[in-house]
């Protein structure tokens, strides 16, 4: 299969509604590759593009054992193991007092794991990306509201899927160039 | 980060008029287009000259070592540990307002959680430098990471001062990434609002490629939201560890349980204090009375006056303690910090952190900027005076009156102090300059357009 000449058609928006809207009747139509480009995150958006939740949560959850784990174990190693020190006979795994670091291990790892899997799932960073040849697509850092069907998607017909985008009654049709 | 409820405060928290547009442009202009006002160029010469006194303190401590400070036995712990707790205590009201606020729905904190984080992450590095100065030998501060390979040697995991480096460190990291995250789509908007080729790139970089994909905001919010949940227990857990060098020790004086959460709300309060201080005058001199509103202040001033009586409570126990504990140390300690030879401090520290907040019960107080700027430094000196009465009343008094010696600070403590002031001043401007000072996406938030009513140019109240 050949790659199609253009990414897609991108129908751009004036309000958040109006795109949510739009993207519930897109995947209705059974468009399966589409994505939708705001200035910040609208309410709705991504369960009228049937976006699946993401796994990031149980990544989070897995860093964060790793950290717990990993800090507990490295103080009783330490401490019992590699370099035992006794302080007036008391025992060597005083666990008590490392859980303070094992807290903050906890939370480092979840943190770090929270923000590199997200930019990671999300792909990024990644310099350039289709979408940027429409010219007025700055505005979707402003207040423009833009939703676009890949080509590749099953469902794309140049024609077909203009006139479906025209009659979501947007703004304006853009032709995004690969 | 979801809409908000409509909020029952009679005050905007947008002035009307503003768009998703105006928003963007308003404050991207203060970086790309605005020429830096005067009185910033002024404000940041003397900032500078500040950070120029830092590194000659600094580089004179290399030379010579920690003797040039006032510190000696029995008070070794000097203006370095003051200063430390005071910096990363400001801090706190940075996280507080980015994550706690967040995760309590509190829309208000959208126009100040930027300038605030910024903050944390600057009081965070000030507050690093002490103990690494302090230790004497800087160069060689790595001897209290876990490095087995080299050094074949482990640190002391029971102490809290090795406590301390593992939280000061997590915390300067997740407030990092936390600011950082929340910059992503504020910096594709400057990447796409920038005129010039390399200005573009800069922030294009920085941006990573974000185009506000539906799917990306999916995941970007669910790690706002896991972030904030996170820095929750850690901004609580950071002042705990730091009370713990404290309150861990047999010193009387030091040796309380309330230490860790009556530092947490003293933390907050100063936080609070160093946010008014600083957002006051940026209003005024950027002109952003439009998001950063009298509701603001006023809310702002509320949590003040909250954590200030928390704090109060704190003096109040800590008092009654000595007394009720029955232990002569206690109560003798107690006795000289109130009336000896450090007597005047505590008074000042009262009146500073307990007696003159109490202004903030009106409303005058609260809302007339300059009032609340001039509480609000009252409060940072105070927060400052009650770091050193905690810590250099009980060095110099301890158990045995043979070894009571006065501390008296040397013209090096005091470089050191204003030179990191100047250092943290100087990191804010160069901030404002560079970075969008308010978060353009959570600001569109409260717009009624954002929230599916009406259109992009309808009023924001």
């Known amino acids: 299969m050949k790659a199609p000449p253009i990414y897609g058609l991108m129908a751009e928006f004036d309000s958040p509604a109006d795109v949510v809207a739009a993207a519930g009747r897109a995947s209705a139509a059974g468009y399966t590759l589409l994505d939708a480009y705001s200035p910040f995150p609208v309410e709705g958006l991504d369960s009228a593009l049937r976006v699946r939740h993401t796994r990031l949560p149980l990544l989070v959850l897995i860093g964060g054992i790793i950290g717990c784990a990993g800090g507990f174990f490295m103080q009783y190693y330490a401490a019992v193991i590699a370099y035992p020190l006794n302080v007036g006979g008391r025992p060597l795994d005083s666990w008590p007092s490392f859980i303070p670091i094992t807290f903050e291990l906890t939370v480092l790892c979840a943190g770090l794991t929270a923000v590199i899997g997200m930019l990671a799932l999300n792909g990024l960073p990644r310099p350039y990306h289709p979408v940027f040849n429409v010219p007025s697509f700055e505005r979707a850092t402003l207040d423009g509201f833009f939703l676009c069907i890949e080509a590749a998607d099953p469902l794309f017909g140049d024609r077909e899927t203009r006139e479906f985008l025209e009659t979501l009654r947007p703004k304006g049709v853009h032709v995004v160039p690969h | 980060m979801n ?96 994550a706690i606020l967040l995760l309590l729905v509190q829309p208000w904190r959208n126009s100040i959680n930027r300038f605030a984080e910024a903050m944390t992450l600057f009081a965070v590095g000030c507050a690093g430098l002490f103990p690494l100065l302090h ?20 640190p002391q995991f029971r102490s809290p001062l090795v406590w301390d480096v593992f939280a000061v460190a997590t915390y300067f990291t ?188 009106l409303r005058y107080f609260r809302q007339k900027p300059l009032a609340l700027f001039c509480v609000s430094i009252v409060i940072n000196v105070g927060m400052w005076l009650e770091r050193y009465v905690i810590i250099v009343t009980s060095l110099a008094r301890d158990f045995l009156p043979s070894s009571w010696a006065m501390y008296y600070p040397t013209f090096w403590d005091i470089a050191t102090l204003a030179g990191t002031v100047g250092l943290f001043i100087a990191l804010m401007f160069v901030f404002i300059r560079l970075m969008p000072m308010i978060s353009m996406f959570e600001l569109k938030l409260l717009l009624p357009w954002a929230r599916g009513g009406g259109r992009a140019t309808e009023d924001a109240e």
């Open chain 2, 174 to 361: 997740i407030s990092f990434i936390f600011w950082y995250v929340g910059l992503i789509p504020d910096l594709a908007a400057m990447r796409d609002r920038a005129s010039r080729r390399w200005v573009q790139i800069a922030y294009g970089v920085l941006a990573m490629g974000w185009t506000g994909s539906a799917r990306h905001w999916h995941r970007y919010e669910t790690a706002y939201l896991l972030l904030a949940g996170l820095a929750t227990p850690l901004v609580v857990s950071v002042h705990s560890v730091v009370s713990f060098d404290f309150a861990v020790s047999m010193l009387p004086g030091w040796h309380t349980t309330i230490f860790p959460p009556y530092f947490v709300a003293g933390a907050i309060y100063s936080g609070f204090a160093m946010v008014l201080s600083l957002v006051i005058p940026v209003r005024k001199v950027y002109g952003l009375e439009d998001f950063i509103t009298t509701r603001h202040l006023d809310n702002m001033a509320k949590v003040m006056l909250a954590t200030g009586l928390i704090v109060a409570y704190g003096y109040a126990m800590e008092t009654f303690i000595a007394w009720y504990g029955g232990n002569g140390f206690e109560l003798s300690m107690m006795r000289l910090r109130m009336f000896g030879p450090y007597g005047n401090a505590y008074w000042l520290l009262i009146l500073c952190n307990i007696l003159i907040p109490q202004l903030l019960w």
């Open chain 2, 135 to 154: 230790l004497g030998r800087p160069w060689v501060f790595y001897w209290i990471l876990p490095l087995p390979e080299t050094m074949t040697l482990w």
């Open chain 2, 3 to 98: 809409a908000f409820p409509d909020s029952v405060q009679a005050e905007p928290l947008l002035r009307p008029g503003h768009t998703g547009a105006s928003i963007t442009e308003r404050i991207t202009s203060n970086v790309l287009v605005r020429r830096t006002p005067r009185s910033l160029w002024v404000a940041f010469a003397v900032a500078f000259v500040l950070v120029m006194l830092l590194f000659y303190a600094v580089g004179y401590l290399l030379l010579k070592g920690v003797g040039i400070w006032g510190i000696r036995i029995p008070v070794a712990w000097g203006f370095a540990i003051v200063n430390f707790v005071w910096w990363i205590g400001i801090g706190h009201a940075g996280t507080l307002i980015s």
